[in-house]
């Protein structure tokens, strides 16, 4: 193609044509380094609701895909917006088609009255002024494993080969509940989970939780556990005395991410002193207002929106918004949900923790 044409050109934000996926495969594996094609195309097929793409003539040079979740918002499971595959074509980077082809791929969402959108950002500034904003805290957990206690039996972890998945989905699905803003897990999500190229996957399960931890990276002699979910303080405290005995040849420490740091700091684990680092999780943000307010399931308030993006409109009466605080539709989640304990200035009462009966943590990632 002419190069010089297409960077001088304007581009044309729309759909992504299923004759353009090899094209599409192109720019996913420069740009995030995985070159299975294969995976590429199971996932563009399978996983993608929607790809949105910006297009020189007719040459796509960027994408975002969106894929439709069910999102724990307090008790009710209700649709979400998933962006991701967000990539593009170096020569044509820098030129905001990003922000537009997200903005359009929302658009779209918003007409089916989707109340609610996240990722998972590469960079947290870079979708914060797309209006997303953190809406979780994750910890990570690194111990020495001889710092462990042992309080628990180990036995009660039963070794599952991780292709016979179907004894987690119940445990995950009870696990999930306990959160907001937690995402359903379908049986295509647990076989990417499982099946990742970069992880050589050991799952044990329990009567009320399971782990699943990587042993193909031995990195700093630390064992990996991607996931381990516990519906009983008994089935975290096994946990512990299982992980104890991966004290061996391979590893001397153990890494976990947790939500809430309780059930650990319960144990007081002091010697040697364990690494904890905060990091900032799931970005998300509303998209349909009134469908939003609508799962507050009490009446709020007008509030006024200033989205960036220009999608997602303010609630109630404009006229009666004149003076109020415009938040941006990420701080409508953030001031719903449990994430702040004091209610920011400028936010209505009936606003503020409208929804917040469950801790916000997610592990799905998408
Ligand atoms: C990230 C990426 C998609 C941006 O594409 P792009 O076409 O340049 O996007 P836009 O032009 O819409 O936005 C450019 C903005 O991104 C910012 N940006 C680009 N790379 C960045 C990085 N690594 N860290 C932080 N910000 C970055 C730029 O500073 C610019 O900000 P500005 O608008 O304030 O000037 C592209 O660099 C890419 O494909 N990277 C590899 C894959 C990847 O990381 N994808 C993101 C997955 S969420």
Redesign the pocket.
Known sequence: MNTTKAITSDYDVKPIQSGDLSRAID?WSL??GFLDRDRWSMFYDSFLDTAIGAYADDYLV?IVGITNFQMWFGDQLVPCAGV?A???D?A?????????CVAAGLAESHRKRVPLTA?????Y??YK?MGYEVTDLQHMVELEIRSLPDLGDATTYRRLHPDHYDPLKPIHDEWIKQSSLSIKRGDLQWRRLLNHPERQICAFVHDDGYILWNIKDRTNRTLDVFEWAWNSKQAFIDGLSLLKRMDDLNFDKVRFRMGALDDLLELGVTYPVPTISVKPGLMTRVLHTDAFVELLGKKVPPFAINDPLGVSESYGDAGALSDARAMTPGEVVQVVTDFYSAKPEGVPDDLFRAVASKRNYTVEFF
């Open positions: 720019i740009s995030f960027t991701c967000v990539a593009s170096p044509h980077r820098q030129r905001g088609l990003v922000r537009k990722l998972w950002p590469f960079s500034p870079f002024r």
